[in-house]
């Protein structure tokens, strides 16, 4: 069973930088899809970006295309979440969360491993 936690997560001003980590602190990211969700304030769940481990495939929300970067170390075996360019809409607590390579993993019902979440807030 694999237990990710995420890092990185504050407060930034609009057009700036933060870059999120998500590290499994039990198990590993092998033969797994990896994939950020955040829930913004008094709104549903939403998914931001996926990356099927070993990097065959990554993919993201298109409001953030162009702006977030998904990324994998396997060495370390992490995943990270470059965001630049953030707006006051990305505010949200980001969740990384850890399923099987096959499914519907645009859904987070695909995902059974999650972590405890970031806040990241974006000021203007």
């Known amino acids: 069973q694999v237990q990710p936690v995420e890092s990185g997560g504050g407060l930034v001003q609009v057009g700036g930088s933060l870059r999120l980590s998500c590290a499994a602190s039990?198990?590993?990211?092998?033969?797994?899809?990896i994939a950020w969700f955040r829930r913004p304030p008094g709104k549903e769940i939403q998914f931001v970006a996926l990356?099927?481990?070993?990097?065959?495939?990554?993919d993201y929300r298109d409001s953030v295309k162009g702006r977030f970067t998904i990324s994998e170390d396997s060495a370390e075996n992490k995943v990270f979440l470059q965001m630049n360019n953030l707006k006051p809409e990305d505010t949200a607590v980001y969740y990384c969360?850890?399923?099987?390579?096959?499914?519907?993993?645009?859904?987070?019902?695909?995902?059974?491993?999650w972590g405890q979440g970031t806040q990241v807030t974006v000021s203007s």
């Open positions: 969360a850890v399923g099987p390579r096959r499914g519907n993993y645009y859904y987070y019902t695909h995902y059974p491993y």
């Open positions: 039990r198990g590993t990211f092998s033969d797994s899809n």
């Open positions: 990356t099927l481990w070993d990097g065959y495939r990554t």
